[in-house]
Nanobody
Framework: QVQLVESGGGLVQAGGSLRLSCAAS????????MGWYRQAPGKQRELVAA???????NYADSVKGRFTISTNNAKNTAYLQMNSLKPEDTAVYLC???????????????WGQGTQVTVSS
């Protein structure tokens, strides 16, 4: 089993930046893909960024050019750098890990508890 713990959320003004962290522990060797989902009230959960163990990245169109996902394998930690934040980025952000990118995109794998990001206008 993989355990994921997020941190770094908070309140920020539009145009500001935040960096989320996701610390992984447990059977992390089985996770070849990690990513960040977000869930806003009344909206479907959305995969905003994903990264494979090989370093390939994918982004939702809504965050391309503003968000950057990365990992520090030595620290078993994934990050989401969020720049030029907009009020519509307000959501609970959840870290996820799965054996493959396909499984990650289907929402099948381990989940963190989530961290709230609120962007004020």
């Amino acid at each position: 089993q993989v355990q994921l713990v997020e941190s770094g959320g908070g309140l920020v003004q539009a145009g500001g930046s935040l960096r989320l962290s996701c610390a992984a522990s447990g059977s992390i060797f089985v996770s070849n893909a990690m990513g960040w989902y977000r869930q806003a009230p009344g909206k479907q959960r959305e995969l905003v960024a994903a990264i494979t163990r090989g370093g390939s990245t994918n982004y939702a169109d809504s965050v391309k050019g503003r968000f950057t996902i990365s990992t520090n394998n030595a620290k078993n930690t994934a990050y989401l750098q969020m720049n030029s934040l907009k009020p519509e980025d307000t959501a609970v952000y959840l870290c996820a890990a799965a054996r493959t990118l396909d499984l990650l995109s289907r929402g099948s794998g381990a989940w963190g508890q989530g961290t709230q990001v609120t962007v004020s206008s």
